[in-house]
């Protein structure tokens, strides 16, 4: 089993959309496919699935009713099973420790290929813990500047959080971390590959175990929402970064361009990939499924001697990507105005009539769906 956290370092980046249209493409290609929902205190994953909220969900077991495999439910959608989160329970946003290892040791055994996790926004210390089951894990970002810098923030809370959870306590390292931590200003300044060097001149064994996980630990980056293909450097800035301070190597899985097709998808309370299969986005997102399909799984303390520079090469690949999404793109339009079919004045007004056309059809839905529960409230069948 392939376990793949998906995380971002701020909300309103497209996680949980990724989250869902993958999990179907996984299981489109033949993979028993587990999606579960633990942005929790806000679980809303089913809406972007377009299913009904279960009945039952990881709220309800941690409070203790019924078993784990009785909230994994199958979808309509080919191998794929679903965890809904329960965002009604009154403080499920905040796990104590003992529901948090529970939580770690239900994953950790179920039975499936791909374990897709959609996790809150954020660097809180669960969230942190459970992209931490995966060295593999899904990094969410946008070209905005906020949204890079708090992708770079949330890898850099996740290499801190590997580093406390390597040492054990009452070892020399952990307690070297501990009165680190006394003066976060020092430890603001201090880069990950210094901060190591110092900690193997008091404990040499934890150092090099570290430096192992560190080594294994390549988490998946995706550029969202971008609009250009000069928006997907903001991906290198990131691995720049993160070289240079966390001693970290990221791998980029590839960019999804801004579609108001996720909108309208969503309104219709259907994943992308089925809404339109065949769309630029779509498509991407298949690529996405196909990458990770090809990758071996890894898990921390494997050992791990790469042949070649895999990350360097996913972000070449990844740019060549984004340009060809985006020449796509442009080409339908630039067939219209092209054979002379349209002119751009015309191609304008045809925008805004199917605009105008769509948003009247809607109207139309809703008022019929007004109708329908009015007929089912007066006893008609339907």
């Not at 329970?89 to 959609?118: E, H, M, R």
């Amino acid at each position: 089993m392939q376990i793949i956290p998906v995380a971002s370092g701020k909300g309103g980046v497209g996680k949980s959309l990724l989250s869902a249209n993958l999990a179907i493409a996984l299981g489109q290609s033949g993979k028993k496919v587990i999606l579960a929902d633990l942005d929790l205190g806000a679980s809303n994953l089913h809406l972007v699935l377009g299913v009904q909220s279960p009945k039952q969900g990881l709220g309800t077991w941690l409070t203790g009713h019924g078993e784990f495999n009785d909230i994994i439910v199958k979808t309509d959608y080919p191998n794929l099973y679903f965890i809904a989160g329960d965002s009604e329970i009154p403080g499920l946003s905040t796990l104590k420790a003992p529901q948090k290892n529970k939580l770690i040791k239900a994953f950790k055994n179920v039975d499936c290929d791909y374990l897709v996790i959609d996790l809150g926004a954020g660097t809180h210390q669960i969230i942190l813990d459970l992209f931490l089951l995966s060295p593999q894990g899904i990094v969410v970002s946008a070209p905005a500047v906020t949204a890079t810098l708090n992708g770079y923030l949330f890898l850099k809370n996740a290499v801190f959080r590997l580093m406390h959870s390597t040492f054990k306590p009452s070892t020399p390292a952990a307690k070297m971390l501990t009165k680190l931590k006394q003066d976060p200003t020092t430890l603001q300044r201090m880069y990950i590959p210094r901060l190591i060097d110092e900690i193997a001149k008091v404990d040499p064994i934890n150092a090099a175990k570290f430096e192992n996980n560190l080594k294994v630990f390549r988490p998946r980056l995706i550029m969202n929402m971008i609009e250009d293909p000069k928006d997907a450097d903001r991906a290198q800035r990131i691995r720049t970064s993160c070289n240079q301070y966390l001693g970290l190597d990221i791998e980029h899985l590839g960019v999804l361009y801004r579609d108001s097709l996720e909108d309208k998808a969503l309104a219709s309370r259907l994943p992308v990939i089925i809404y339109k299969p065949q769309c630029i986005l779509s498509q991407a997102i298949y690529r996405i499924a196909e990458k990770i399909l090809a990758s071996d799984t890894v898990n921390f303390g494997d050992d791990i001697t790469p042949t070649y520079d895999a990350a360097s090469d996913s972000f070449d690949i990844a740019q060549e990507e984004a340009a060809e999404d985006f020449d796509l793109k442009m080409s339908g339009i630039q067939d219209l105005l092209g054979c002379g079919a349209l002119t751009t004045g015309e191609l304008i007004e045809t925008i805004k009539t199917q605009q105008y056309e769509l948003t009247q059809v809607r109207k139309e839905n809703t008022m019929l769906k007004a109708k329908l529960v009015k007929a089912c409230q007066q006893g008609f069948k339907i």
